[in-house]
């Protein structure tokens, strides 16, 4: 807008425009009559102002800058951001929560033929351990889900964190087997609410590093089991099983406490309607990464003015979200089904006496109570087998970005489809291993897959929920899979690896027939 300065004594009046006067912002006289015996200093900044013959200031009204106010949005800032020092410090926090959750899974293999022998358990009662977790984790899917769509992500972590290391540790003082059932399934409860650190992780990231470093926090996964195994090794020989259970709840402790440190996701406050506080954590994110704001105001186009209508199940399906959640039901109880199908099966296929791996006699009927606890060469052999996964991760990583999300998962579904069958035809020991590394690599690098598409593909106001039912599926098909692993495959093998290459090339399918294509593809705040 044009601004004029000019200073009244009497009927003269100087242009101040290039002097060092002070000038007053917003002051408009009208009409402002002077007079020689008045000798006063006016600071007049008005567009349009002139002085009438009379010494009279008039303004005359002009056209008002109608130039639009320039916004960005939380994807423009975060990616103008890029990824640094907060990104680093969210990865390794992200990463911290799931070598917890790993090691809350990966007790139970260890901990069943510990309770074997003190508590003179039969096999089912064993198996009924495992089972527990599953069904708490996937009854607790939607609920946590639920939880970090209407209470925030930060919220959700906390609280899930804190419950899972309460009934982990005291889970460890179990006097007998129904109350570690109880303890444990309540345990299994709380993990049910871990993915969703990848909910908020993802927000976080910039879409030329999202899917990349999703794949990556799968590491912090692989150690985890690592680090349980080697916890294990060095505590049960010595301490017994009760420590075990206590000292692998402390992670969770420690992570809860570092939550301090975790800001709201900006995308969720956004979507709530509060922009200053989504405004601060941009700030905050520009200053810990050394990098300068976008110029103007944060939008609040992507704002939900009906709280009601967060998190709600029914907007899975949604004409725009139906077929994409169907889909994606398929694809997770695939992938936890084939997954935790494997690593029994592979117990089971070692259990075996040489060259009788692929008999269906070759499992000897032993009695339920004989005691056998892990040795050192066992924990060794878990330790190895972890590696596998490590392959998968690196193999995904790699082709995610280059092939895409869809035909990345639908890729690594045939080869482990082919992997799997092939165990049956028997070769020797050197290539039943080799086979069973190849499709527990692969399946992993598809869960991987499917951990990077699920928070790309829904909204702001409905990814968690998406991402818990999602959970929920992949815990329904854990909980089935024992009873394929370990009781199909006493009466056919065939028919036992013919069941797990068929779910999974129906995932492969689901896969490709996707509607959305997530490279590449910004965060959606809203439908």
């Known amino acids: 807008m044009l601004s004029k300065v000019i200073k009244g004594t009497g009927s003269a009046y100087e242009d101040l425009e290039d002097s060092n006067d002070q000038v007053f912002n917003d002051v408009c006289l009208t009409n402002a009559a002077y007079n020689d015996e008045v000798n006063v200093k006016t600071v007049i900044k008005c567009a349009g102002a002139r002085v009438a013959d009379d ?10 800058d109608t130039t639009p106010e320039e916004t960005f949005t939380i994807d423009h800032a975060i990616d103008a951001i890029g990824f640094g020092k907060f990104q680093v410090k969210l990865s390794l926090l992200t990463g911290l929560a799931w070598m917890a959750d790993a090691m809350e899974m990966m007790i139970l293999s260890i901990l069943s033929p510990a309770l074997h022998c003190d508590w003179h358990l039969e096999s089912w009662q064993q198996a009924s ?25 930060k919220v959700e972590l906390i609280c899930c964190s804190m419950f899972t290391f309460y009934f982990g540790l005291i889970s460890s003082f179990s006097p007998v087997l129904v109350w570690m059932l109880i303890l444990r399934g309540l345990v299994g409860f709380g993990i049910g609410g871990a993915p969703q650190s990848v909910t ?17 926090i799968e590491i912090f996964w692989a150690i985890g089991t690592m680090f349980e195994v080697l916890l294990a090794l060095i505590v049960m020989p010595t301490l017994g099983w009760r420590w075990l259970l206590g000292l ?4 969770l402790l420690i992570f809860t406490l570092l ?44 704002q939900i003015t009906d709280s009601n209508r967060r998190g709600q199940l029914r907007d899975l399906f949604l004409p725009e979200t139906r077929r994409t959640t169907v889909l994606l039901w398929i694809i997770w109880f695939a992938n936890a089904f084939s997954y935790y199908g494997l690593v029994l099966l592979t117990t089971e296929l070692f259990e075996a006496k040489p060259g009788q791996e692929c008999h269906t006699h070759y499992l000897e009927t032993s009695c339920n109570l004989e005691c056998k606890l892990l040795s ?46 092939l165990v049956g035809i028997c070769v020797n020991r050197t ?16 869960f991987q897959a499917a951990f990077v598409y699920t928070p790309e593909v829904y909204p702001t106001v409905m990814r968690a929920i998406g991402l818990g039912t999602c959970s929920a599926f992949a815990r329904f098909g854990a909980i089935l899979t024992p009873f394929v ?21 129906i995932a492969a399918v689901a896969s490709f027939l996707l509607p959305i294509e997530t490279k590449g593809r910004t965060l959606k705040d809203t439908h």
């Open 200 to 216: 908020l992780y993802s927000e976080f990231l910039p879409s030329t590093s999202r899917a990349k470093c999703i794949v990556l």
């Open 431 to 446: 290539l039943l291993i080799i086979f069973i590394f190849v499709a527990r690599a692969f399946v992993s690098g598809a």
């Open 55 to 64: 010494g009279d200031v008039e303004l005359v009204e002009t056209a008002k």
């Open 485 to 505: 692993a370990q009781v199909m495959l006493q009466y056919s093998i065939h028919l036992t690896l013919g069941f797990y290459g068929g779910v999974c090339l």
């Open 376 to 421: 050192t060469k066992d924990y060794v052999d878990l330790l190895w087998t972890t590696f596998a996964e490590f392959p998968g991760i690196f193999i995904t990583l790699v082709i995610i970005d280059r092939l895409g999300r869809k035909i990345t998962m639908s890729l690594e579904f045939v080869i482990f489809s082919i992997a799997v069958l």
């Open 259 to 302: 939550c301090a440190w975790l800001p709201e996701s900006p995308r969720f406050n956004i979507a709530r309607g509060e922009t200053e506080k989504a405004m601060a954590t941009i700030q905050r994110i520009a200053k810990e990464n050394g990098k300068p704001m976008p110029l103007g105001k944060l939008s609040e186009s992507s």
């Open 129 to 153: 351990i495992t089972t527990c977790v599953f069904v708490g984790m996937m009854l607790s899917s939607s609920f946590w889900g639920s939880i970090c769509d209407k209470y925030g992500r």
């Open 248 to 251: 692998s709840s402390l992670p």
